[in-house]
Nanobody, 117 residues
Framework: QVHLVESGGGLVQAGGSLSVSCKAF????????MAWYRQAPGKERELVAG?????????TDSVKGRFTISRSRDNTKIMMYLQMNSLKPEDTALYYC?????????WGQGTQVTVSS
């Protein structure tokens, strides 16, 4: 079993920066890839950025050059981060942490990011 808990987020003005974090604990040894998704009101959940166990990263086009995903691990947990710079009102959404373990997707409860214009 993998457990995911997000933190960070909040309210920021357009052009500002914010960081969200995800703590993964439990059976973390099985986790291959992790990712950040987001869902805005009335829209489908979309993949924002992903990172593999080898450190390879990928980003959706709308956040390239502005967002940076990273992760670190120790014996008991994995921490994943999303540093968000030059934020835009369209980045407003509920941000979810995702982890894949043996082909199964685990999700956190989400953390709200609101960017005011």
């Amino acid at each position: 079993q993998v457990h995911l808990v997000e933190s960070g987020g909040g309210l920021v003005q357009a052009g500002g920066s914010l960081s969200v974090s995800c703590k993964a604990f439990g059976e973390t040894a099985c986790i291959s890839a992790m990712a950040w998704y987001r869902q805005a009101p009335g829209k489908e959940r979309e993949l924002v950025a992903g990172i593999t166990s080898g450190g390879g990263t990928s980003y959706t086009d709308s956040v390239k050059g502005r967002f940076t995903i990273s992760r670190s691990r120790d014996n008991t947990k994995i921490m994943m981060y999303l540093q968000m710079n030059s934020l835009k009102p369209e980045d407003t959404a509920l941000y979810y942490c995702n982890a894949t373990c043996r082909g199964y997707d685990y999700w956190g409860q989400g953390t709200q990011v609101t960017v005011s214009s």
